[in-house]
């Protein structure tokens, strides 16, 4: 199996590295995976991880042709953040350009693998979703993420290839950790939903050596979605600090936010990871007390 990851960064680097690990069970060489950034330090990023760099813009018809065929695609790119409009730019348009060029070849891919994010649920008032419940998005970029995900799935079944979304909740780990935000606060209500990179990563890895959930979606998360309250107090016990301040989201929303912020602030919902367990995948990092070890030990001995 050949894989190219388009818009190799924080999920996809790790992912490359998993596919390629010598110990692993994913049986995979170093030339048969690729990923594909636009800037030379993502390169060499990608290359010091112990697989092939490509440099391609997504968004030009032409870098694309650069590209190696593939049995399989992923398409993890970020929009970096920004608006609706770049969003639109990379999740749908880009998107739809990838798989148009890549179904036009004479070896097209066979699988493809979407990674969106459980934004599109909108709010939920606190209740459990999973992979049926209806998708509700809030703000313009949410919308434009779940158009994304019908461009993964629909898009890529009208050329004959099987799409999957792998629906990602709040990314953490190795330069993501955010713990001076929850020990420092103030911490507004509400719950958090997490994957640790290495389960994030490790799920596509997973689902593409079992080939499973081809033409569906799963939610990736972890077991145990938390009250950002009772999280950032266990974070402060265990760091062995004083616990945060907190605030409602009633005077969160006094301070004058954007409207975009303001509905994210009064979204609320816990997602339910059963099909995933079902599938038969195994967490390296369950729920944040084990994802948060390391960094909590980290802080303890440097006090940063």
Known sequence: MTVVVLGCGYIGIELGRQLVDPDGSHDL???????????????????AAGFTGVQADLTDPDA?????????L???????????????????DAQ????EQFASRENPPDRYVYTSSTGVYGDHDGDWVDEETPIEPTTEKTQVLAE???????????????GTVARFSGLYGPDRYRLHRYIEGPVTEG????????????????????????????LVTDDEPVSKWEFADWLAAECGVESPPKQTKEQRLDDGLSEAA???????KRCDNGKLRELGYEFSYPTFRAGYR??????RRDGQ
């Open 29 to 47: 060489d170093s030339s048969e995976v690729v990923g594909v950034r636009r800037s030379d330090e993502g390169i060499e990023q990608i290359e």
């Open 64 to 72: 694309l042709e650069r590209i190696p065929d593939a049995e399989t």
């Open 74 to 92: 992923v398409f993890a790119a970020s929009s970096g953040g920004r608006g609706a409009d770049a969003a639109r730019e990379i999740y749908v």
């Open 96 to 99: 739809q350009q990838v798989l």
């Open 148 to 162: 994304a995900e019908r461009v993964a799935i629909d898009d890529a079944g009208s050329y004959g290839i099987d």
């Open 191 to 218: 719950y958090l939903n997490m994957v640790h990179q290495e389960d994030a990563a490790g799920s596509v890895a997973y689902l593409l050596a079992e080939d499973l959930a081809r033409g569906e979606t799963v």
């Open 262 to 268: 303001r509905r994210r602030i009064l979204t609320s």
């Open 294 to 299: 390391e960094r909590i030990e980290a802080y």
